[in-house]
Each structure stands twice: as structure tokens, then as C-alpha cells.
């Protein structure tokens, strides 16, 4: 059994589709390479960037298979294993199994709100019964939550559940979770999901993210993770700056994960219409979302400027508070003799 902790920017893997709505499988397989060429550390399908809900379980592992097949295991893969019930969420994970995945990320169940109990239990009979690596996925906002007793007890007693995947974007939370695991899990691993907070959860201990920002600007997301594990703080900090910005234009002004799918249109892929459908005004808004995009993206270089040319913004206008975070987590570790 594998026991090297999950480390770095795993990518939240978004799926191309072909005119009529199916898997556009070249574009998939084009868009794998050109993750990996700029150095994602690992790849991360059938997640909520992935739109997993809204593919069928023989789609789901159809997408694993081709990404699989593609990697050659160049990069370790983190698979999105969660169906609609215990029994299919075990089979999944069996079959991610056969296919060599790294392991595998199951979110606590959704739809109906499950007590700490029922979420423990659900996580007990998966890891009884997983031949692969399990990583808990927290996403309270869409799915019964995993609170820090849960995640303690059953990092203690499944040695097969090995790391959470934490999207609430908290960092208290993600510190009484490290506190509470990691003296007896020292392996285990704390993976955040919320890209405006990734260099601050870095500092406080967390090994690495699962940040749809990845899928879009690899090149950003990786160099964010290496300056700050680095300990180049300030120059980590711009890099979470304009990370933040496009974050922030990406998830709030399109239905999710339209953003990320527009702004990866722009980096050269096909990505076809998205499954989910859209009215005529939201159709309009993702076109004037798309320019804002292409501004943003033209100013690291990834992209041209659109006809018209871009207006000059303050790139520093959503600066404070990831400041005032950092500066007190760099002000605590120091305190305790950390850095």
C-alpha cells in the first residue's frame, strides 16, 4: 500500500464535449497533455469543476479510463469516485483500482442532509471495504458536511482513508483538522479546493489543492504552490492576488463552472456547450464574460488582447484581505518558531 502523502496542485479535470453533447475524447486527451506539459502535479477527474453530476456512471469512468490511458502514469490521478449510494461508490472505487489510479475522492452524501453520525457511518463502510486510497471530500455547501471529530476518528481507523479534500474555505477549520489528524496520521494528507485562500492554507499546513483555477492557468496555480512552500512570501503573495481576481471573475459572474469552461475556451480548447442549459441573456453574459476573461488572461501573456483592446484596472483592488490573512499567519508561525 502507497503511504507518500498527496502533495501539490491536483487539477480539476473540466470535460470538452462534441456538438451533440458527448465526451469530445481528442479534445480531453489534447487537454491532459497540455495540463501536464505545465506542470500540474496531479490530475483530478469527476470532480465539481468536472460537472460529475451531470454525466452517467458508465460516462464518469469512461472519462477516468481516457485520462488514464493518456497520463501513461506520468502524474498521480485523483478520481472522483462518489455515486448515488454506498454499493456504487465501492464499485467505483474497484474499478478506479484496476485502472492504477492513486486513489480515489468520495463527497460525504448529497441531496439529503445526513447527521455526523450517518456521515461517519457512510465513510466506515467505504473504508472496510476500498482496495484503493480514499481522499474525504468536504464541499459543505452541496453535501452533508465532515466535521473534525469525523474526519479524526476515521483517519484513526481506516489506514485506506489517507487525506480530505477540504472546499469550505475556512481556515479555522482546516487548522483543528490538521491539529486533530495529523499526530497519529502524520501521512495523511489536507488538500484545500478554494482557490482565494490557497497560499494561506499552504502556510498553515495543508499539502497541496484541488483549484479549478489550475484547469485555466496551470502555470499560475504551480508557481503560487512553489514560491510559497519556498517560503517567497511576497512574491507568492501577487502571484494569490491575480490568482484571486480571475477566481473571483470565473466562479461569481457564470453559472460555475461556465467560467472556468469560457476562460479555458480562451487558452485554445474546444470545450463545445456545457450540458446545463442556458437562457439567451445568459448566453450574452458569458460572451461579455469571455472579453473580461481575455483582458485578465493577456496580462500574464496567455492570451491576446481582444479587438478593441482591454481598459487598465487596479489588479490590487482585492488585495486586503488575503494580506491581512497572510501577514498573520507568517506573523503566528514565526512566533512559534515555524519559519
Given at each position: 500500500?502507497?503511504?507518500?502523502?498527496?502533495?501539490?496542485?491536483?487539477?480539476?479535470?473540466?470535460?470538452?464535449?462534441?456538438?451533440?453533447?458527448?465526451?469530445?475524447?481528442?479534445?480531453?486527451?489534447?487537454?491532459?497533455?497540455?495540463?501536464i506539459e505545465r506542470g500540474v502535479h496531479g490530475l483530478y477527474p469527476n470532480g465539481s469543476t468536472g460537472e460529475f453530476t451531470r454525466f452517467s456512471?458508465?460516462?464518469?469512468?469512461?472519462?477516468?479510463?481516457?485520462?488514464?490511458?493518456?497520463?501513461?502514469?506520468?502524474?498521480?490521478?485523483?478520481?472522483g469516485a462518489a455515486e448515488a449510494n454506498v454499493k456504487e461508490t465501492i464499485k467505483a472505487c474497484e474499478y478506479y483500482h484496476d485502472l492504477g489510479?492513486?486513489?480515489?475522492?468520495?463527497?460525504?452524501?448529497?441531496?439529503?442532509?445526513?447527521?455526523?453520525?450517518?456521515?461517519?457511518?457512510?465513510?466506515?463502510?467505504?473504508?472496510?471495504?476500498?482496495?484503493?486510497?480514499?481522499?474525504?471530500?468536504?464541499?459543505?455547501?452541496?453535501?452533508?458536511?465532515?466535521?473534525?471529530?469525523?474526519?479524526?476518528?476515521?483517519?484513526?481507523?481506516?489506514?485506506?482513508?489517507?487525506?480530505?479534500?477540504?472546499?469550505?474555505?475556512?481556515?479555522?477549520?482546516?487548522?483543528?483538522m490538521i491539529q486533530a489528524v495529523r499526530p497519529n496520521r502524520p501521512e495523511f494528507s489536507f488538500l484545500t479546493g478554494w482557490d482565494a485562500a490557497?497560499?494561506?492554507?499552504?502556510?498553515?499546513?495543508?499539502?497541496?489543492?484541488?483549484?479549478?483555477?489550475?484547469?485555466?492557468?496551470?502555470?499560475?496555480?504551480?508557481?503560487?504552490?512553489?514560491?510559497?512552500?519556498?517560503?517567497?512570501?511576497?512574491?507568492?503573495?501577487?502571484?494569490?492576488?491575480?490568482?484571486?481576481?480571475?477566481?473571483?471573475?470565473?466562479?461569481?459572474?457564470?453559472?460555475?463552472?461556465?467560467?472556468?469552461?469560457?476562460?479555458?475556451?480562451?487558452?485554445?480548447?474546444?470545450?463545445?456547450?456545457?450540458?446545463?442549459?442556458?437562457?439567451?441573456?445568459?448566453?450574452?453574459?458569458?460572451?461579455?464574460?469571455?472579453?473580461?476573461?481575455?483582458?485578465?488572461?493577456?496580462?500574464?501573456?496567455?492570451?491576446?488582447?481582444?479587438?478593441?483592446?482591454?481598459?487598465?484596472?487596479?489588479?490590487?483592488?482585492?488585495?486586503?484581505?488575503?494580506?491581512?490573512?497572510?501577514?498573520?499567519?507568517?506573523?503566528?508561525?514565526?512566533?512559534?518558531?515555524?519559519?
Amino acid at each position: 500500500m502507497a503511504t507518500e502523502r498527496l502533495r501539490g496542485i491536483f487539477t480539476p479535470n473540466l470535460v470538452p464535449y462534441t456538438p451533440d453533447g458527448g465526451i469530445n475524447e481528442s479534445e480531453l486527451r489534447r487537454y491532459v497533455n497540455w495540463l501536464i506539459e505545465r506542470g500540474v502535479h496531479g490530475l483530478y477527474p469527476n470532480g465539481s469543476t468536472g460537472e460529475f453530476t451531470r454525466f452517467s456512471p458508465e460516462e464518469r469512468r469512461r472519462i477516468v479510463a481516457i485520462i488514464a490511458d493518456e497520463n501513461r502514469g506520468r502524474v498521480p490521478i485523483l478520481a472522483g469516485a462518489a455515486e448515488a449510494n454506498v454499493k456504487e461508490t465501492i464499485k467505483a472505487c474497484e474499478y478506479y483500482h484496476d485502472l492504477g489510479v492513486r486513489a480515489v475522492a468520495i463527497v460525504a452524501p448529497f441531496y439529503y442532509k445526513l447527521s455526523p453520525k450517518s456521515v461517519y457511518a457512510y465513510f466506515r463502510e467505504i473504508g472496510r471495504n476500498t482496495p484503493i486510497d480514499v481522499t474525504l471530500y468536504n464541499i459543505p455547501m452541496f453535501a452533508s458536511p465532515i466535521d473534525v471529530p469525523t474526519v479524526q476518528r476515521l483517519s484513526e481507523e481506516f489506514e485506506r482513508i489517507v487525506a480530505i479534500k477540504d472546499s469550505s474555505g475556512e481556515i479555522p477549520h482546516m487548522i483543528r483538522m490538521i491539529q486533530a489528524v495529523r499526530p497519529n496520521r502524520p501521512e495523511f494528507s489536507f488538500l484545500t479546493g478554494w482557490d482565494a485562500a490557497l497560499m494561506p492554507m499552504l502556510l498553515i499546513g495543508c499539502d497541496g489543492g484541488t483549484n479549478a483555477s489550475s484547469g485555466v492557468v496551470p502555470e499560475l496555480t504551480r508557481r503560487l504552490y512553489d514560491l510559497t512552500v519556498g517560503g517567497q512570501i511576497d512574491a507568492a503573495r501577487e502571484v494569490q492576488y491575480d490568482l484571486v481576481t480571475l477566481f473571483d471573475t470565473m466562479i461569481y459572474q457564470a453559472e460555475f463552472p461556465d467560467g472556468f469552461r469560457a476562460a479555458v475556451e480562451l487558452r485554445g480548447f474546444l470545450m463545445g456547450r456545457g450540458r446545463q442549459p442556458l437562457s439567451e441573456e445568459q448566453l450574452s453574459d458569458l460572451t461579455t464574460l469571455a472579453r473580461t476573461l481575455q483582458c485578465m488572461l493577456s496580462t500574464h501573456g496567455f492570451t491576446d488582447q481582444p479587438i478593441g483592446g482591454c481598459a487598465i484596472g487596479d489588479p490590487t483592488a482585492r488585495s486586503g484581505e488575503i494580506d491581512s490573512i497572510v501577514q498573520n499567519v507568517v506573523s503566528e508561525l514565526r512566533r512559534r518558531g515555524l519559519m
